[in-house]
Structures are given as C-alpha cells and as structure tokens.
C-alpha cells in the first residue's frame, strides 16, 4: 500500500472526520519547523500533512481506501474524473495556513515562534486541472479558511480588524486551453469537466463536479481569455475561485499564423520557378485553391488576398505561399548550356 496515512495522523482507519481534523491539528503544531528544531521534524510535517490532505477528502480518502498510495497517483481502475494527487513540501505550508485561517497559531503559545508562519498568508490556490473531452484537465484544489486566533489583546484587535473587513478575493486560477488552427478558423464548443472542492462551516471538504462551456468564435487568436467567475475551490467563508482559460494555438503541420494572414510552404522545382507554374493548393477551409504563378522568387511570397483567418469585423486576412526552389544537380555540360541561356 505504500504510505500508511492512518498511521501517519495515529487514528484507526473508520476514524471520523473530526478525529481526522483533531490529529491533524495535534501533529501540526507537534512537528512544525517553526516549533520543532528536531532534524526530523520537517520531514514529519510534510508526512502528517499529506496524510490529512488524503483522509480529509472524500474523493481521495475512498480512492487510498480501496487502492492504496498508487491508487491515488492515477494507477487505478474506476477512478474515472480523478486526475491524480501529487504532494509537493509547498501544500504542507499551505495546507497548515489555511487550517488556521491563514494566521499564525504559536501566538497563543505566548510570544510566538519565528518563520514563514507567523502572520498573514497570501491564498494559495493550487489546481491539478480540468476535465475536457480528453483534453489538459481534471479537478482543482485550493482553499483559504478564513479565521482567527491570538489570545493577546493585539492579537484581539487584529481578529477584529479581519472580522470588519471583506473577504479577500482569492486568487484566479489560470488554465491553457489548445486549440487546432480549424477550429479556430470555423469556431468551436468544448465542454470542460470542473471537480471542485466545497468547505462547509466544520472544515468537511466534499467534491463537486460540473462542466463549463467554451463557445469560441472565428478568428479567435492565442491568448484570449475566458474568466468563469465563482466555479472554482470555495473554502467557508471565503468566495469562490475564478477560472480563467487561455486560448493557446496547437502547431500546424502546414500553416504558420500571423495576425490574421496564414503562411505556407512549397517545394517548386528550378525549372518550374523559372517558367512559371499552376498549382493547386489546399486552403485552412479545405478548398482547392488554383494558384498561377508566373516566376517564384525564394524571397517574394505569393499573396492571395481573402484566403487567411476570420477578421473580428469582417473579412479575411491573406494567405502567403512561400517557395522553397528545388535545385537539380546537373553535369557539366548541362551547366554550360544553361549558362548560355540566361547570358544570352
């Protein structure tokens, strides 16, 4: 099975949520570096607090439950909408944060403890993905608990500066969206399969799947933005996360994009260069294009106006064919003849 989280958090495998939360928070303010100098104690902090991130969720407790620790890395069957669970030293520190609001608790200890914990703590929202029709995505997670803690008077007068004020906007999570150069040229509809995460006011996190829509138009370019306001990790008392999907353009075997103009590649024999040509050339809407070219210079490109992608206000932009000439290898004597030729 790998790692035993049960054993980790010392709580028996039927354990409640609450006793989960309860051992959690005793093995937390145990081993934190900024509390425990041992030469273990980070490692044992990073353990505990990977053991909590599992047991804690529904999800992902039920997958270790049934499949162990590889279950959990995507090596299980039936684990369909799951997209995995990788554990980095950074969730520990934020895992800890958001517990405890996001406030260090080693002021009630008296004094307070140095390090990275002892004060406010920015949100810190990581996402493994979305689900999308086979597409980069699969669930989110990332939440800010908002509360407070301090017995010192200052500590008092903070809570209730925190209390008075709006709840901090969470940060918005940033996802790429590739899509092929066709459907950015005709438009495109991609539903995407969201796993969010949900914090009621007793800390339970439970999941919660739905999908969001896409409607690209043509045209669109790299880079546009789509921001999906309140469907991302929500923790209690905190608004929910916005999702914002990038557009991202995939390579083409055949077109290069720039603005709203296409550019090819043609191969065209010396000869042919030289007398001129008729092609037929393919277009990014799959019609055959006759091309007519009297002479084609490697360093001139032939336009042909109205072929490129969908203008925002109308219209077309250019397609622009660039010849690649093919040289021969010839013998002596055919160089001398073709020297004669064009001297002459």
């Known amino acids: 099975m790998g790692k035993d989280y049960y054993k980790l958090l010392g709580v028996n495998k039927g354990a409640s949520a609450e006793e989960i939360r309860k051992a959690y928070k005793k093995n937390a303010m145990k081993y934190h570096p900024d509390r425990n100098k041992a030469a273990d104690a980070k490692e044992k902090f990073q353990a505990i607090s990977e053991a909590y991130e599992v047991l804690s969720d529904e999800t992902k407790r039920k997958i270790y439950d049934q499949y162990g620790e ?4 995507g090596g299980a069957p039936d684990t369909s909408g799951f997209s995995g669970f990788h554990f980095s030293p950074r969730n520990a520190e934020d895992i800890f944060s958001q517990f405890f609001g996001g406030s260090s608790p080693f002021g009630d200890m008296g004094g307070g403890m140095g390090g990275g914990m002892g004060g406010g703590h920015p949100f810190a ?10 597409g980069p995505f699969g669930g989110m997670g990332g939440f800010q608990q908002q509360r407070s803690r301090g017995g010192m008077p200052g500590a008092r007068r ?4 925190q209390q008075q004020a709006p709840p901090q906007k969470p940060e918005v999570v940033v996802r790429d969206l590739p899509i092929s150069l066709e459907d950015l040229f005709h438009g495109f509809t991609k539903r995407l399969r969201i796993t969010r995460k949900i914090q009621d006011s007793s800390g339970n996190v439970r999941s919660s799947a739905e999908e969001i829509t896409v409607n690209g138009k043509p045209g669109w370019k790299a880079g546009t933005k789509l921001t999906y306001h309140g469907k991302g990790d ?9 999702i914002q999907i990038v557009i991202k353009e995939k390579p083409h075997p055949r077109f290069r994009r720039e603005g709203d103009d296409l550019h090819i590649d043609m191969q065209v024999p010396l000869v042919d260069a030289l007398c001129g040509f008729e092609r037929s050339v393919h277009t990014i809407d ?6 007519q070219v009297r002479q084609a210079r490697p360093d001139v ?14 219209g077309r932009g250019d397609l622009l064919i660039h010849f690649k000439v093919q040289y021969p290898t010839l013998t002596p004597q055919q160089q001398q003849e073709i020297r004669r030729v064009l001297s002459s």
Do not use: C, I, N, T
């Open 301 to 314: 490109p032939h336009r042909v106006s109205g072929k490129g992608m969908p203008r925002k206000k109308g």
């Open 234 to 242: 929500q923790y209690y008392g905190r608004p929910a996360q916005d």
């Open 158 to 161: 903070q809570q209730q500066q």
């Open 70 to 73: 590889e279950g959990l890395k």
């Open 125 to 134: 929202a990581f996402m493994g993905g979305m689900g999308s029709d086979g």
């Open 286 to 291: 799959g019609q055959a294009l006759k091309v």
